[in-house]
C-alpha cells in the first residue's frame, strides 16, 4: 500500500485541492464538541499530508498525525515548515496504522478519507481497531468514515475521469473500478498522466487502491471484539440517516463500560 501512496504523493494535493478540508474539520469537531467536550489532542490515523491537521492544530488541539507513505509525510512537514507557530502542537510520523504504537494516550482518535476501508482484511481491520483502543483513553471517542456497503452495491462504482492543473503540471487521472462481490472490495485502477508545462514531458503512473465496503452489522461486530462500541453514525457531512445513495458513513465509537 505505501508504493501507491508515494508514486502519487507529489500530485495528492493538486488532486485534491477542490476538496474542502476546513468544511470537513469543522464537521468532525461537531462530534468532539458533542460526545468529548473537554478533548485537548488529537491523534489521526492516516493523516495524508496533514490539510485536516493543521486546522484542528489552528483550532487549538495538540495533533499528531500518522502516515504510511513517507513521501506524504514528507510533504506535510515541509509544510509544516511554513508554518513555525504550530511547531508545539502538531507533528507528524511514518508509520502503519495496523502496528504503530506511541508512549502516548490521546482524547480523540480520527481516521478521515476512508482510511478503515483501505483495511482489506478481517485481520487488518481488527489490527487497527486494536492500534485504536491501545491509544484512546476511556473516555475518548474515535471518529471514522468508511464506505458504505449498500451504496457500493446499489449504485455500482463507474469509471470517471478527473482533471486539474496549477502553473507547474496538468494532471489527468482515469479511474477503472472493478469489484469483487465475494470479498466486499472494489479495486480503483488509476492511470494517472502527469505533464510539465515547463518542458511538456508527460510522465503516466499506474496504481490500485483496493477499498473494503462495510456494512454497519459488520462494523459493530469487529468493534466490539475490539473492546469498542458505536454511539452513532450518519451519512458523511449531510447528517442523514445512511441509504442506499449513501457511500461515505461517518461514525463515532468509544470503549465499552
Not at 458533542?34 to 492544530?57: M, S, V, W
Not at 463507474?158 to 494532471?171: F, G, H, Q, T
Amino acid at each position: 500500500m505505501e508504493k501507491v501512496f508515494d508514486m502519487y504523493a507529489k500530485y495528492y494535493d493538486l488532486l485534491y485541492r477542490d476538496k474542502n478540508y476546513l468544511e470537513e474539520a469543522e464537521y468532525v469537531q461537531k462530534f468532539i464538541n458533542r460526545f468529548n467536550a473537554g478533548a485537548k489532542n488529537i491523534l489521526d490515523l492516516g493523516c495524508g499530508t496533514g490539510k485536516h491537521d493543521f486546522i484542528f492544530a489552528g483550532k487549538g488541539f495538540d495533533v499528531t498525525g500518522i502516515e504510511l507513505s513517507e513521501k506524504m509525510i514528507e510533504t506535510a512537514n515541509e509544510n509544516l515548515d511554513l508554518k513555525k507557530e504550530l511547531y508545539k502542537t502538531l507533528r507528524f510520523f511514518q508509520g502503519d496504522v495496523r502496528n504503530i504504537r506511541l508512549d502516548k494516550k490521546f482524547d480523540v482518535i480520527v481516521s478521515l478519507f476512508h482510511v478503515m476501508s483501505y483495511q482489506k482484511t478481517n485481520e487488518d481491520l481488527l489490527r487497527t481497531i486494536k492500534t485504536v483502543k491501545d491509544h484512546l483513553k476511556s473516555d475518548g471517542i474515535f471518529l471514522f468514515d468508511f464506505w458504505y456497503g449498500p451504496a457500493v452495491l446499489s449504485e455500482r462504482p463507474e469509471a470517471r475521469i478527473k482533471k486539474l492543473e496549477d502553473e507547474e503540471i496538468m494532471v489527468e487521472r482515469y479511474a477503472e473500478p472493478s469489484l469483487h462481490i465475494n470479498e466486499n472490495i472494489v479495486d480503483v485502477n488509476y492511470r494517472v498522466c502527469v505533464k510539465e508545462k515547463l518542458n511538456n514531458i508527460v510522465n503516466e503512473i499506474r496504481e490500485t487502491h483496493s477499498m473494503r465496503y462495510l456494512f454497519i452489522p459488520e462494523l459493530k461486530f469487529f468493534l466490539d471484539v475490539g473492546g469498542m462500541e458505536i454511539i452513532t453514525y450518519e451519512a458523511w457531512i449531510t447528517g442523514k440517516a445512511p441509504d442506499n445513495k449513501s457511500w461515505s458513513v461517518f461514525a463515532a465509537a468509544r470503549n465499552k463500560n
